[in-house]
């Protein structure tokens, strides 16, 4: 069987219309719209910024 890999996720379309995920290194969140936009909070600073960038694209391109 295969783990969740995704545990840190919230999904409440009738709350917010974004999925939320949150990764802890880099600590960072991931506000990921249906159109397709993706917006990273909680960094400090571009580095790290790119850094967790990176993180969510090789998660989503298994």
Same mark, same amino acid.
Request: proline share 5%; hydrophobic share 40%; charged share 25%.
């Given at each position: 069987?295969?783990?969740?890999? &995704?545990? $840190? ?9 974004? #999925? ?6 880099? +600590?960072?969140?991931?506000?990921? &719209?249906? $159109? ?9 600073? #571009? ?6 960038? +990176? ?8």
């Amino acid at each position: 069987m295969e783990k969740n890999t &995704f545990v $840190n996720i919230e999904y409440e379309p009738s709350q917010f219309p974004a #999925l939320i995920y949150n990764i802890q290194k880099p +600590k960072a969140s991931f506000l990921i &719209f249906s $159109n397709g936009q993706i917006i990273c909070t909680g960094t400090k600073n #571009l580095k790290i910024a790119k850094e967790a960038m +990176k993180k969510l694209k090789d998660k989503i391109t298994l």
